[in-house]
């Protein structure tokens, strides 16, 4: 392979430039997004675009991308629709991504970013909840920073999982700084409101330390787990959390016609997804048409109602898609999901392979409860994620 040239260079950091702003800013990661596709253009990556098609998930992202463009055509609020619509073009950096010659130093690159930016947020998270810097502060939101609490919880455990694999195979960096941003970043999981993220730390730890670790370093590293997992019930917050879902079940069900509480409205936009898929299994309600057509589907009496609050997805990535863009929507997205997760999960004793197959894990039990699908940094996330080289072989690998 010939040497890159500066310009070549560049692209690699300029693909990894929005994971960086991820935590910290989305105008930000925006703004690198957009000069990564100007970069891309100038510097005629897209001569490459025949590497695209050596990747087994390309086919049923072209064509998700393109069926929810064409859900545009019967959807009554092209406002929203557009919105749903751009989130599925950022496929097109899963696109550009794989088109890129890369090496093994541009994904310890990539990588660098990608904790990087946690940490910078992390350590400002810190700062802000202690008063030390003077930042808008809620008191129910500790330990967040400047990122959204959801997003931010399921991000930790994305980093904890990465670091997991780290630890073992000092491929990225040495124990000595992967070990206190693992304690950074655990301690801040615990602590914070995010419960979305905590569920998948439960859930995805342990699986991950039975696949990375073989005899006492299993039980060692089970055993940190379940001192986070203690610490995490000691947790003031989680407490609190915990007691308000349970007192949010106890409305949505003694007050099944209406409902205001978190949980509850989670419940009825799911019930409100399923319903438009029954009703419009073929081609769904359209792009962008859910809001407008729960909000049909409350006025009938069908679903519940939520006074004051306009609910724009299910709550859940497959209902979501499944309403509005009906069954071949939904087989379209599991095709490109499950595509993406065999080539991460062959190529999970990678660095690389297992960075995504980790944050498929969080992708695939995370959207159960959340339309992950239409978030802005989940949907430019896991495209630049797919784009990584996940079918390349590095020198190193865990012993």
Do not use: C
Not at 68 to 86: E, I, N, P
Not at 292 to 308: F, H, K
């Amino acid at each position: 392979m010939p040497p890159k040239t500066t310009l070549e260079r560049s692209l690699i950091w300029l693909y990894g430039l929005p994971v960086f702003f991820f935590p910290l800013s989305t105008a930000g990661a925006g703004i690198a997004a957009g000069l990564f596709l100007l970069f891309y253009l100038f510097s005629g990556g897209w001569r490459h675009w025949r590497r695209v098609r050596e990747r087994p998930w390309w086919l049923p992202l072209l064509l998700m991308m393109l069926w929810t463009f064409a859900g545009l055509l019967w959807t009554s609020d092209l406002h929203d629709g557009f919105k749903v619509a751009t989130t599925a073009a950022y496929g097109i950096y899963a696109f550009m991504g794989a088109s890129l010659a890369w090496e093994e130093r541009d994904l310890r690159i990539f990588l660098r970013l990608f904790l990087a930016g946690m940490t910078v947020n992390a350590l400002l998270a810190i700062l802000i909840t202690e008063h030390i810097l003077h930042w808008h502060y809620d008191p129910s939101m500790p330990f967040v920073g400047l990122s959204d609490h959801i997003w931010w919880s399921m991000a930790l455990t994305h980093a904890i999982l990465w670091l997991l694999w780290d630890i073992k195979a000092v491929w990225n960096l040495p124990r000595i700084v992967n070990l206190p941003l693992l304690l950074i970043f655990a301690g801040e999981l615990a602590l914070s409101p995010g419960r979305s993220g905590q569920l998948l730390f439960i859930l995805l730890t342990p699986v991950a330390v039975f696949l990375l670790y073989r005899g006492a370093w299993r039980y060692l590293a089970m055993g940190g787990i379940a001192a986070v997992l203690a610490l995490m019930t000691l947790s003031p917050f989680i407490q609190a959390r915990l007691e308000l879902g349970y007192q949010n079940l106890q409305q949505f069900a003694a007050h099944p016609a209406s409902t205001d509480t978190s949980w509850g409205i989670h419940l009825a936009t799911m019930w409100a997804g399923a319903e438009m898929f029954w009703q419009h299994p073929l081609f769904g309600v359209g792009t962008g048409d859910f809001a407008p057509a729960m909000e049909a589907l409350q006025r009938a009496r069908e679903v519940t109602a939520t006074p004051g609050t306009r609910n724009d997805s299910a709550a859940n990535s497959y209902l979501s898609e499944a309403a509005v863009l009906g069954l071949p929507g939904l087989l379209l997205l599991l095709w490109f999901l499950l595509r993406l997760s065999g080539e991460a999960w062959r190529g999970r004793s990678n660095p690389q392979g297992w960075f995504v197959l980790t944050y498929l894990g969080i992708f695939w039990i995370g959207g159960l409860y959340n339309t992950l699908i239409w978030g802005y940094a989940d949907a430019l996330g896991i495209a630049i994620f797919a784009g990584l080289p996940l079918h390349r072989s590095w020198s190193a690998a865990p012993r």
